[in-house]
């Protein structure tokens, strides 16, 4: 060992006037510190595609024949769904990644260096929700490959993946304050398989709602992932829902959705933040 | 704006800190001076409030009364400031997992504001410096205990921060490691770096700090140096272990009209104090000698502080969660051959 290695430099206190430019410098670093995990970790993306493609196949080709929804092929009503139902699980995967980053050590060193505390969240959200994106890539590229025929114009192409983002974002910082606020990964993930995932199936994903038994029927038209599918569902497909007033006009209740979930987790996430402790 | 720190603004004061986790007051106004350029280790067993007290100073949690001002900065007020004259190394190592040790330097570097070549230099530097040559490329997640230890310390010294703070730097660790840290230790006080140090190994505390405060649930039981710690417990003395009850009824003969003995039947020694030390032990060990009585050991002990905490708290250091540190067994001993 050197002994005169050692940087000889006192830290300099950061100048406080570039507030705003260290707080970018910081997000894109820890986004860049996220996205190095997806190829060291690659189970972290199965949430996102292995398990919607296991259920494209499942209800394309095993249960889908006993499902019959009027006007339209099983193919194409079940896509919509399917892209709904990933971008739902992203919370899940959210969750779980922030509540694992919370128990390790790492964040606890972030937190004591001088680097914004709200850039070591957004870095957080920013990595989650490029996986998410990569997670629907393939998804997407899945359901083409399959046969899947979406019919959009440049217009609701443009529509379609502006509410996708949105909602990734939504769901992003949802699964980040639960993440926050769960003890353990494992909890999380026994949320999401409580909370998420039926909300996620009964959101007219896979099955008519109209269809279901009065009870479930009423979750389901009001169940923000339903407004979110018959999003996808009608700028692909042109199909109209009906029900309640958020299946009638998804996409403007979709929006109103992610705004509120925002404005109740980002402030939420960031109080948490200031007061986690790490295990 | 705050003020300027000096040289001779201590670089931690911390008056009354205080803080609660419900019913449960893990830090109980403490009083905390360290001085610049010191080693200061903050010594107690498992859940005496080391931690906290540590994450308070780091900006970490927020005290529920008191203040604390690092290098003249406020903990709370200021704690943006303190971030950038401070560097904690906690208790688990602190490192994305799913980085190489290289690239968890180079994103503190980069973190700490150094552009691309300036950190590449600095984290080289530690790289050679901490031996993490050999492992540089391999995954944080892949690495043994001693070797994260090692890229741990190596990231909290990216910028040389004014307070170092090192939360049990060594538990968990194989005596080989553990080494390895002691000896960093020693090179960065040598260098002036003023150092905060919690430890639950007494060992520790003695080998490494100018300074010890014994914290237990949350307060401060005694302070000092480990010398003076010591003798509050008590002076050195000299123990002979009679081979048997009889040998031990003519070495309390014996030795009973020259010394202040003391008798521990059950350990069948006869303790002389030895204010002298080294002189009192070869007094005692010619008379011993003289006398032919059989004896298994002659010892010149230091109280430890093992001895100083089972004395000031009436409990042994971290009984519950180390059993070894608290022997008495393990007392280093200077013996002769009787």
């Known amino acids: 060992m050197n002994a005169t290695a050692i940087n000889p430099h006192v830290s300099a206190p950061v100048p406080q006037g570039f507030a705003a430019r260290r707080y970018v410098r910081d997000t894109l670093l820890l986004t860049a510190r996220s996205l190095r995990a997806i190829p060291r970790v690659p189970e972290r993306l199965l949430d996102v595609t292995i398990q919607p493609i296991v259920f494209i196949l499942l209800f394309l080709y095993v249960f889908g024949s006993a499902i019959h929804v009027h006007g339209i092929s099983y193919k194409d009503y079940l896509f919509p769904g399917i892209i709904g139902q990933s971008l739902a699980f992203g919370i899940i995967g959210a969750g779980v990644a922030t509540s694992n980053d919370m128990t390790e050590g790492v964040v606890d060193r972030f937190r004591s260096m001088p680097v914004s505390r709200l850039s070591i969240i957004t870095g957080q959200v920013m990595g989650q929700v490029c996986e998410a994106l990569l997670g629907m890539t393939i998804v997407v590229c899945f359901g083409l490959a399959l046969g899947w025929h979406p019919h959009l114009t440049l217009a609701h192409a443009l529509e379609l993946v502006g509410l996708m983002v949105l909602a990734m974002f939504a769901f992003t910082w949802a699964g980040v304050l639960f993440g926050m606020l769960v003890r353990s990964p494992d909890a999380m993930q026994g949320i999401g398989f409580i909370v998420i995932f039926p909300l996620s199936f009964m959101a007219g994903t896979f099955v008519p709602i109209s269809g279901m038994d009065a009870i479930p029927r009423a979750i389901a038209q009001w169940d923000p992932i339903s407004a979110l599918v018959a999003s996808v569902r009608g700028l692909t497909q042109g199909t109209h829902s009906t029900g309640s007033w958020q299946l009638e006009h998804p996409q403007l209740a979709m929006a109103l959705w992610c705004v509120l979930i925002l404005a109740v987790c980002v402030p939420l996430a960031l109080r948490r933040f200031n007061r986690t402790l790490a295990a | ?338």
């Open chain 2, 1 to 338: 704006m705050p003020k300027i720190p000096t040289p001779s603004t201590p670089a931690i004061e911390a008056h009354g800190l205080t803080k609660r986790f419900g019913q449960f007051t893990a830090v109980d106004q403490l009083d905390l001076c360290v001085e610049n350029g010191t080693v200061v280790s903050l010594l107690g067993p498992n859940g005496a409030g080391k931690t906290t007290m540590v994450r308070m100073l780091a900006t970490l949690l927020r005290p529920d009364a008191g203040s604390a001002r690092i290098a003249g900065l406020d903990v709370v007020a200021e704690a943006d400031r303190v971030r950038s004259v401070i560097s904690l190394t906690g208790q688990f190592a602190a490192l994305d997992k799913h980085l190489t040790a290289e690239e968890n330097l180079r994103l503190m570097a980069a973190l700490r504001g150094h552009r691309r070549s300036s950190a590449r230099q600095i984290v080289g530097a530690l790289i050679e410096r901490f031996d993490i040559d050999e492992f540089r490329d391999r995954l944080v997640k892949n690495l043994s205990g001693g070797q994260r230890r090692r890229v741990d310390l190596a990231a909290g010294l990216i910028d040389r921060p004014q307070l170092l703070v090192l939360d049990e730097p060594t538990t968990g660790l194989d005596p080989r490691s553990r080494q390895v840290v002691w000896s960093t230790v020693r090179e960065l006080v040598a260098e002036g770096v003023t150092l905060l140090l919690t430890t639950q190994y007494l060992e520790e505390a003695d080998a490494l700090a100018d300074r010890v405060v014994l914290i237990d649930h949350g307060r401060e039981v005694a302070a000092g140096t480990p010398a003076q710690l010591k003798a509050q417990v008590g002076e050195q003395r000299v123990d002979v272990v009679a081979a048997d009850s009889d040998a031990l009824d003519h070495l309390a003969e014996l030795l009973g009209p020259q010394f202040e003995t003391s008798v521990a039947r059950e350990q069948r020694t006869v303790s002389v104090p030895a204010p002298e030390e080294a002189a009192d032990l070869a007094r005692v060990a010619a008379l011993v000698r003289d006398s032919r009585v059989a004896v298994d050991e002659i010892a010149l002990r230091r109280p430890t502080l093992d001895d100083a905490f089972l004395a000031l708290t009436g409990h042994a250091a971290g009984e519950d969660a180390d059993a070894d540190a608290a022997d008495p067994d393990h007392r280093p001993a200077e013996e002769v051959a009787a």
